[in-house]
C-alpha cells in the first residue's frame, strides 16, 4: 500500500481533517478543534495527513510527551475503510515515533456495547503491535482502558501525563476506575 504521513500545509488539508474529525467522533469525544490548532502551532500536538495514493485517506492525532506519545485520535476516510488502511496509518505513526513510548486510550469493552463496536476495535489495535497496560480510568467519566507499544504506563503515570503535557485541568478529570 502506498501511504505517507505529512503535516497539513493548506488550509484544504485542514478542512479535509476537520470535517473527517467532527464525521468520525461523536460530538462527546471531540475537543474543539480550535484547541487542537492551538496545541498543534504549540507543538504539543501532531496532526497527520494520511494519504494513499495521493488521495486523502485519514488522519492521526498525537499529544506528544518527551518520552512518550499519546494517540489521541486516528480515523480512516470512509472510502478507504476495510482496507488496511487504519493498520498502515498506524505503522506509520510507529516508524515516525520510533524510540518513543507509544499509548493510546480506549473505551473499556463491556456488556453495554450491544454492536460490539468497543471490543472490535480493541482487537483492531491489539492485531497491530499493542497491548494491553492492565490500566483503567475514568476520564470525563468515561471508562478508559490503557493499550501500549514499548511503554509501561501505570494510573499515576496516566494521570502525571495529561497534567505535564496537555493540561491541569483535564488531568482533574483522570480518575481512578473502580472496578
Known sequence: MNLTLRTPASPLDWLHIRLLYRRAFPRSERKPFKMIRRMHRA???DVWLAEQDGRFAGLGITINGSEIILLDYLAVHEKCRDKGVGSAILAALYEKYAGLGFFLEIEAPDRDDPTGIKARRKAFYLRNGLTEMHVT????????????????????????FYRDNYSAWAAEHVTRAED
Not at 137 to 142: C, E, Q, S, W
Not at 145 to 154: A, F, H
Request: aromatic share 14%; glycine share 18%.
Open 43 to 45: 507543538g504539543r500536538t
Open 137 to 160: 480510568a475514568n476520564f470525563f467519566g468515561v471508562r478508559m482502558e490503557l493499550l501500549g507499544r514499548g511503554c509501561t504506563l501505570d494510573f499515576d503515570g496516566y494521570h502525571d
